[in-house]
């Protein structure tokens, strides 16, 4: 079966299982970089998707609801994958969005989660690096 027959199924099944916001930040956010990522770097280094979360929703430190681009929940590890443009994230960003996004990643590991970030570039230009480093850390 083709990538893009899995990444059809498995979406679906994340969108029946949303609703509410958590439903509308599936499909605003899971946009080209996402699906890109899971092309050229998830999918070639593990071949599936299962275990893998896209639009993640999590309680955020201020009683709030926050997403992450991924989520992989298996066998006890809780991993958050985060894909960054360099124009959103580091460009066009103010000096608040880049404080809030410091303490927000460092929130994430106080609460358990191992944390992975890729640049887009890295994952359109350079996908065998991503995929390794992927592997490397589930071992």
């Known amino acids: ?14 969108l029946t299982e949303r609703e509410g916001e958590s439903k509308r ?4 956010g899971h946009g080209h970089a996402e699906k890109l ?35 992989y929940i298996k066998n006890g590890l809780r ?6 443009g360099y ?3 580091a460009a066009e960003t103010s000096r608040w969005q880049f404080s809030d996004s410091l303490m927000r990643q460092n929130h ?17 230009e350079k996908p065998r690096m991503c995929q390794q480093l992927l592997q490397q850390f589930m071992g």
């Open 1 to 14: 079966m083709s990538f893009h027959a899995i990444h059809e199924r498995w979406l679906g099944v994340h």
């Open 25 to 28: 930040r599936l499909l605003q």
């Open 37 to 71: 990522f899971l092309e050229a770097v998830w999918f070639p280094a593990f071949f599936e998707l299962e275990g893998l979360a896209p639009e993640y929703e999590i309680a955020d430190f201020r009683d709030g609801i926050r997403f992450l681009d991924f989520a």
């Open 79 to 84: 991993l958050a994958i985060e894909i960054d």
């Open 87 to 89: 124009r959103s994230h």
């Open 108 to 124: 994430l590991i106080l609460d358990g989660w191992k944390l992975l970030r890729f640049s887009y570039d890295d994952i359109k």
